[in-house]
Every structure is written in structure tokens, then in C-alpha cells.
């Protein structure tokens, strides 16, 4: 179901003494040679392979972690453990990156762009495992989950557990897909305790959070393209609490895109494929919903604007009715009755929850404090023009500049789409705040707004990027002499070096980059009493076990049945 965006450019032309002068079907390719690699460097074969890598780089940091040594509410010990992830990282990345240096020097760089695809999955699944391994390290010594029984988590325990045991959840509206996968879960591996059982799904949905944004961007982008324009912006994102619901977020806008892009293509489309590639989208789309359901009403207007702008108007109307029933008929058998109790009870189900950034000016959504904000001065920050600070300008800007530069490709109007579609229903629900004194969640468009408009930025640098590499192409191709021999390195007009180069240093800074970002957010969760989320596994060391014990790091040996309580007091 890969649509790519790209054209000709996400093939990337290479001089002839690049990694393509000796790939399979050149001159200097032997039959002998094609045979055996013909099913691995199948477009499907590749991207299992992908995936395969990225879910075990995931896996790496996590593993590892749970063999520290150290008391997690130590605050030295903290330090000490996001550094012995970090360096892990760094060495296991730069592993990679080595087998791309070499690939490229070995037997004519034939093997340059699998070594490439396999470093960018890994560094995917690298930056969601060192979140992960932070979650780890937080839960050291503790059976609890984050928040343990207090709490949203409390809730989803409880709810999981009921409908495992067939019985309905506390509320019909909740996305039921997370409950069912932790009821089922803690009954495989947990002897039915769901409480147990959130603690590693809290782990291991952090942990697949970088594999499956990348799988979802490879569908529009090549491998290293999807990892620096798709995984880098979602990881403002991952979140280990609950990971399911921005993991949603992450992976629908690259899948409404990819959805937009397949519509406009199917008047060209046969038949047997189209009817495939409209069940997939259909399926894909109807999972995500009874995942986390609230990101599909910020982006239901912008994806129809973008739905109607690229529908196969003259090209084949029939089909492309045909490819939307599809998606829509594979939609309703996956999350069709989910749908009616969402149309049904979502009309009564009211939401009078004031918190911190109900109070927070509502044109301001660069950052989420949450109902625990901690200390906080003047906010939103004073900004520079206006009030307004230089990320949101360049985040405005690069909205402008996206739709300058590519005003006719479906990924970039249709995101664009769903960030105005997003801004407008925040407003629209804000603007009914106070005449109907509900909130509605409309808050949690900061996130996608936030997302859309990195990708935006992104967007910018990977346009201009893919002008750049066509102006060279054709430079190379129009003014090498017919004299040169075809094992001499040509070398553009433009002055650029090969892409070779730029593919390895790109790799070495999305390793640094992911690394820092993924520090940043695994220290958000660090136990400590704080008045932010970091009480949260700071709680989850205070409850007695099951077993009666006390956690092993519990402060000063004491824990209770409910834990601190103290979080009630920071809640604004």
C-alpha cells in the first residue's frame, strides 16, 4: 500500500560510479548476481525487512536498561541511567551509520542503499526505544504502571478489566481497542492483572511508537526522507503514559495523506488493485479509530477539502467513487459500531473539566502543560514580535512557504489542510466555552497542530531538497563530457557533493538530534514530586504490592494502598 509522493526524485539518481553502477540489471551485473537478490530487493521484501529492523533496534535500549543498577528517585541516579542509555544509543547508531560508510566503499557501493534503508528504520527504532528505556529506568524496583490505580490510569486497569471479563467498560465512548489489547494481554502474560500488565504495555507502546511512524512515512517517502521530514517531527510527541493516543495522531496524518494521494491516482488505477489499496486504507483507518478516535474530528474537514480537491474528477469518476465506498465499507466493518455509540452517546457526553490551558490564551498551542503544569511564570512566554515567539513565526512561514512550493502535491495541501481544519474547530469550541461552560478536549489540538506545522517546516527543507537534487541530476547528466570514463566520480555544476555524503551526514545528525530529543522526553517522566507528570512514576514507588511488600525503592520504606496522594494538590 505504498503511494509515494515523491515521482522520479524518491528514485535518487546517482552519477555512474555511485551505488547504481553495479546494482542489479546494470551492465556490470551479472545474471548469477540478480537471481538471488531479486526477492530481497523486492519493493514488500524491503519493507518487511525495514520493519523487522526497526522493531528489534526498539527492543535494544529497553532490554538493556532493566539490567541497571539504581535507585530511580535518586535524582544522580536519573543523570547516571539517561546517560548510560544515551551512550548505548550513540554506539548501537553509530553501528549502523559504520555499516552505511561501508557499504559505500565496499564492492562499488552496491549494497549503499539496502545498508541505508536498514540504518534509517534502526535510528527510527533506537530514538522510541531510549524513551522506552527511560520508562524503564522510572519503573525500576515497581510492578505499578505510571500513576499506578490513581487517576486515568486506574481507569483503564479497571475498564480493561471488566471487558475481559466480558462485562461492559465504565464508559461506552472510550476507545475500546486499548482495553481489549491490555485485557487480553494481562491474561496471556499477567494471569489477568491488568495493573501489572499497563506497566509493560506502557513500555512497549513507547517502544514501537518510532517503528511504526517511520513504516507509516515510508508509504510517502524514502527511507531517510521518512525518518528526518516524518519520525523527527512526531517525536515532540511520544509520550509513555499513555503512548496509544499520540501514537494515533503520529501515524493518521501519513495515512490520510497516503489515503489523498491514492485517490487522486485511482482514475488511472486497475481495478484489483484499487478495490486492495481502498480495503487497506479502510481497515488501516477503522484500527486507528478504535484506538483514539479524537484526532479524526480535528481532521475530518481538512481531509474532506483535500478529498474533493484531488478526486479523479476528469480522469475516472467512477473509480474513484469506487475507491471511497471501498475505504468506507472496510471502515464500517472494523469500526462501524464503535462509530454509532460514538454518534450516539459522544452527543451527551459532556466535558466540564477546567485545567491550566483552558486559561491559557487559545492562539497559543506550541506547548501542552497539562492539568499538572508545575511552576510556571508568565504564560504563554512573552515572544518577541507582538507576543508572538520566532518558532511560531517560522512555523507560520513554513506553513507559507510549503504551500508556495508545493501547491500541487496532495502532501503537502492536505496536511496543511488539517492544520487549519484543526485551528478553526479549537476555535470554534473555544469560542463556546464559556456560553456553554464545557471544554470538549479542544485542547488537545495543540498536538496536532504542533505536528502538522513541524511537518510543514520539514516540508520545506524537503522540497527544496528534491529541487536541488534535480537541478544537479540534470546538470550532471546534460554537461558530463562523453570522454570521461564511467568510474570517474562526476561532479555537478551546482557544486554539491554526491549524495552519498549527504545521505551519511543527514544519518549522523538525526542520530545526535533523535538522541537529545529522546533524553528530553524520557526525563519528563523521572520520578520526583514536582507538581508535573513526573509524579506520576513517583507514585506508582508509594503502592503496596499485591503481595503485601513494598516496592524495593519506596521512600522511606513506606508505601499505602493508593500511594501518595500529594499529586491531588498540583492538579490546576
Not at 531479486?38 to 522493531?55: D, H, I, M, T, W
Not at 454509532?340 to 452527543?347: A, D, H, P, R, S
Not at 503496596?544 to 525503592?553: H, I
Request: aromatic share 12%; proline share 6%; net charge positive.
Amino acid at each position: 500500500m505504498t503511494v509515494s509522493t515523491e515521482g522520479p526524485a524518491a528514485v535518487r539518481p546517482v552519477p555512474p560510479s555511485g551505488p547504481a553502477a553495479n546494482a542489479p540489471g546494470s551492465s556490470k551485473s551479472s545474471d548469477a548476481d540478480r537471481a538471488p537478490r531479486r526477492a530481497l530487493r523486492s519493493r514488500g521484501g524491503l519493507l518487511l525487512l525495514e520493519a523487522a529492523v526497526a522493531f528489534a533496534a526498539a527492543l535494544v535500549l529497553p532490554l538493556l536498561a532493566r539490567g541497571f543498577k539504581l535507585n530511580p528517585l535518586n535524582r544522580i541516579a536519573q543523570v547516571s541511567g539517561l546517560a548510560a542509555i544515551q551512550l548505548r544509543f550513540a554506539l548501537v547508531g553509530l553501528l549502523f551509520i559504520a555499516a552505511v560508510v561501508l557499504a559505500m566503499r565496499l564492492r562499488g557501493g552496491r549494497h549503499f542503499d539496502l545498508a541505508t534503508r536498514l540504518a534509517a528504520a534502526a535510528l527510527a527504532g533506537l530514538a522510541s526505544g531510549f524513551v522506552a528505556a527511560g520508562a524503564v529506568v522510572a519503573l525500576l524496583g515497581t510492578p505499578w504502571p505510571m500513576f499506578g490505580l490513581n487517576g486515568d490510569s486506574g481507569r483503564i486497569v479497571e475498564w480493561a478489566h471488566a471487558v475481559a471479563n466480558g462485562q461492559p467498560s465504565g464508559s461506552p465512548v472510550y476507545p475500546p481497542m486499548p482495553l481489549y489489547t491490555l485485557g487480553y494481554y494481562a491474561e496471556w502474560f499477567h494471569g489477568g492483572n491488568t495493573a501489572y500488565a499497563f506497566k509493560d504495555l506502557q513500555i512497549l507502546g513507547a517502544a514501537a511508537f518510532g517503528p511504526l511512524v517511520y513504516l507509516a512515512w515510508r508509504m510517502l517517502l524514502s527511507p531517510v526522507r521518512a525518518l528526518a521530514f516524518g519520525v523527527v517531527p512526531a517525536f515532540a510527541l511520544i509520550d509513555s503514559y499513555k503512548p496509544y493516543s499520540q501514537t494515533v495522531l503520529a501515524l493518521l496524518i501519513p495515512v490520510l495523506v497516503a489515503m489523498v494521494v491514492a485517490l487522486r491516482r485511482s482514475g488511472t488505477e486497475g481495478w484489483r488493485p484499487l478495490l486492495l489499496k481502498a480495503a487497506g486504507f479502510g481497515v488501516l483507518l477503522g484500527v486507528l479509530f478504535l484506538t483514539y478516535s479524537g484526532w479524526f474530528l480535528w481532521s475530518a474537514a481538512g481531509v474532506l477539502f483535500a478529498a474533493l480537491l484531488y478526486f479523479p474528477w476528469k480522469t475516472g469518476r467512477l473509480k474513484g467513487a469506487a475507491f471511497m465506498g471501498g475505504v468506507l465499507a472496510a471502515f464500517l466493518v472494523v469500526a462501524g459500531r464503535y462509530l454509532m455509540v460514538m454518534l450516539k452517546e459522544g452527543q451527551t457526553t459532556k466535558d466540564y473539566n477546567f485545567r491550566f490551558d483552558n486559561f491559557t490564551d487559545p492562539a497559543y498551542y506550541l506547548m501542552w502543560r497539562t492539568d499538572m503544569p508545575g511552576k510556571v511564570g508568565d504564560w504563554p512566554p512573552p515572544g518577541e514580535f507582538g507576543g508572538v515567539g520566532l518558532f511560531a513565526l517560522v512555523t507560520f512561514v513554513c506553513l507559507g512557504a510549503a504551500i508556495w512550493l508545493g501547491l500541487r502535491k496532495p502532501l503537502v495541501v492536505t496536511i496543511a489542510a488539517m492544520f487549519i481544519s484543526a485551528w478553526v474547530m479549537r476555535m470554534y469550541i473555544a469560542s463556546h466555552m464559556y456560553e456553554t461552560q464545557t471544554v470538549q478536549l479542544y485542547t488537545r489540538t495543540n498536538n496536532q497542530l504542533l505536528y502538522c506545522g513541524l511537518i510543514l517546516c520539514a516540508l520545506v527543507a524537503h522540497l527544496v531538497s528534491l529541487k536541488l537534487a534535480e537541478r544537479r541530476t540534470a546538470s550532471e547528466t546534460s554537461e558530463a563530457p562523453a570522454t570521461v570514463p564511467a568510474t570517474a566520480p562526476a561532479v555537478g555544476s551546482t557544486g554539491f557533493p554526491g549524495r552519498e555524503g549527504a545521505v551519511i551526514g543527514t544519518l549522523c545528525a538525526l542520530l545526535l538530534l533523535l538522541g537529545t530529543v529522546s533524553s528530553s522526553m524520557s526525563d519528563r517522566y523521572m520520578p520526583a514530586q514536582d507538581g508535573t507528570y513526573r509524579i506520576l512514576p513517583w507514585v506508582s514507588h508509594t503502592i503496596r504490592q499485591q503481595d503485601g511488600k513494598c516496592p524495593k525503592f519506596a521512600p522511606k520504606g513506606e508505601c499505602s494502598k493508593d500511594g501518595d496522594q500529594s499529586w491531588l494538590s498540583y492538579i490546576r
